[in-house]
């Protein structure tokens, strides 16, 4: 665990980094993933950047982020369970399917992804399955936010992702250098089973 880290869990509420938010049922419970990457955008964020975070799950990140810089962020999640506890957690969110409603650029995207391998017998009923089902390989709604996520960045704009070995992190970042990214890795960590690290990937 990182030297820096403190939080604090409560039955539904969890402190991090000079805010607290509440959890509800039916929505992803802020994880290592999250923090990690939460952690990699504080490192990044300079000043008055645009942000827009896609999967915001209970609003953990994004409430971090506003708690801690000068940046304006909004989050995106297809739960609509996840987009009333992020917005009762007192961030800005849109209910979509990943990027299909934005139509402004920004100048830094962040998303942790569902990134589980998950075959057709695994998926659940139920709106928590879509932040664990990545697809047979893990890597298919990576793959479909790559496909437009430029169209959503401007010019120096940069995507932070949290990508893990469970799902390929070298497939990803091959994946990223093929439609036209410089790909840098921010932080990683690794745990028994897996390897968690955030990709940067900025626009040539
Ligand atoms: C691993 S969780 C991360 C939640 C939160 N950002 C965190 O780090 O704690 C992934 C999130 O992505 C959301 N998600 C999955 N597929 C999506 C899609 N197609 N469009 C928008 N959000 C999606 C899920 O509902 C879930 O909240």
Not at 95 to 123: A, M, Q, V, W
Request: hydrophobic share 40%.
């Amino acid at each position: 665990m990182r030297n820096d880290e403190k939080r604090i869990f409560t039955l539904n509420s969890i402190r991090y980094k000079n805010t607290s938010i509440n959890i509800i049922e039916n929505v992803y419970e802020p994880s290592e993933d999250s923090f990690l990457l939460a952690d990699a955008a504080l490192s990044e964020i300079k000043g008055f950047e645009r942000i827009l975070e896609v999967g915001c799950g209970s609003g953990i990140i994004s409430a971090v982020i506003k708690a801690n810089t000068k940046a304006s962020i909004i989050g995106i999640d297809i739960n609509p369970h996840a987009a009333k506890c992020t917005r009762e957690n007192r961030v800005d969110v849109i209910r979509g399917d990943l990027l299909s409603c934005i139509k402004g650029r920004f100048d830094l995207i962040i998303f942790n992804p569902p990134y589980l391998p998950t075959k057709d017998e695994e998926i659940e009923n139920g709106w928590l399955n879509y932040a664990l089902d990545g697809g047979y390989d893990g890597r298919k709604v990576i793959y479909r936010f790559l496909e437009d996520a430029g169209r959503c960045l401007i010019e120096s704009g940069k995507i932070l992702m949290l990508v893990s070995s469970l799902s390929g992190i070298d497939e990803i970042r091959s994946r990223m250098v093929s439609l036209g990214y410089v790909v840098e890795d921010n932080l990683h960590e690794n745990y028994m089973f897996e390897q968690l690290t955030v990709l940067s990937a900025s626009k040539k």
